[in-house]
């Protein structure tokens, strides 16, 4: 089974820090997405990295793909209690379908 | 663009009772998709449908789990019967078409006591 491991589970940081998350694998993946899930509501695509060493950015997010296809990260600038959610990294299975991280739950604080 | 429905929201009943839920995709979204999350940890397929046909329902506990999509438009999900480890929120994403972009409903939290 082809694991995604997400650290750090919980992150609890003031409005205004910076923050990154990660997302580990063994194995090498075509591509990777990033979702964010808020309390209540089902995840919402946030990004799809598919080449090695690409760098996306949204806004206050950037988001890197490992060289090696293996992990990736998500860093937060200067983050607002909006950013506040589960963070969860997922890759494609072989029928479409989301194969997913546990996730980081971020708690920004005002 | 109306997104995916789901209801109810919440339910909550004992174990050994069967439960219901129903999930309505994006219009004209063939392809289906139940998650099941629990508590701490990411969603998990249970089964995905294409149309109105199965494509993988691999990890479906088929004693007590059923689904269907007869007309391949809506699509309801069934415990029966429940049991307490069945305590978790019941997603459901529908997509275009095999890998494209999935759109979740709000879910179905489920909380069996």
């Known amino acids: 089974t082809q694991l995604l491991e997400q650290s750090p589970q919980f992150l609890s940081i003031q409005e205004g820090e910076n923050l990154t998350v990660y997302c580990n694998s063994s194995s090498v993946f075509s591509s990777l997405q990033w979702y964010r899930q808020e309390p209540g509501e089902g995840p919402v695509l946030l990004v799809t990295v598919v080449t090695g060493g690409e760098v996306k950015k949204l806004k206050r997010l950037t988001f890197q793909f490992g060289d090696a296809r293996k992990d990736s990260s998500l860093h937060i600038t200067a983050a607002q209690p909006g950013d506040t959610g589960l963070y969860l990294c997922a890759r494609g299975g072989s029928q479409g379908n989301l194969i997913f991280g546990?996730?980081?739950k971020l708690s920004v604080k005002p | 663009e109306a997104g995916v429905a789901q209801s109810p929201r919440y339910k909550i009943i004992e174990k050994r009772q069967s439960v219901a839920f129903w999930c309505n995709?994006?219009?004209?979204?063939?392809?289906?998709?139940?998650?099941?999350?629990?508590?701490?940890?990411?969603?998990?397929?249970?089964i995905q449908f294409q149309n109105?046909?199965?494509?993988?329902?691999?990890?479906?506990?088929?004693?007590?789990?059923?689904?269907?999509r007869l007309k391949g438009v809506d699509s309801t999900l069934k415990i029966q019967p429940a049991k307490l480890e069945d305590s978790a929120v019941y997603?459901?994403?529908?997509?275009?078409?095999?890998?494209?972009?999935?759109f979740f409903g709000q879910g179905t939290r489920l909380t069996v006591v």
């Open chain 1, 102 to 104: 546990k996730g980081t």
């Open chain 2, 25 to 46: 995709p994006i219009s004209g979204h063939a392809t289906l998709y139940w998650y099941q999350q629990i508590l701490g940890q990411g969603p998990k397929l249970l």
């Open chain 2, 52 to 68: 109105n046909g199965v494509v993988d329902d691999s990890q479906l506990p088929k004693d007590r789990f059923s689904a269907e």
């Open chain 2, 91 to 102: 997603l459901c994403a529908s997509s275009f078409g095999m890998n494209t972009e999935a």
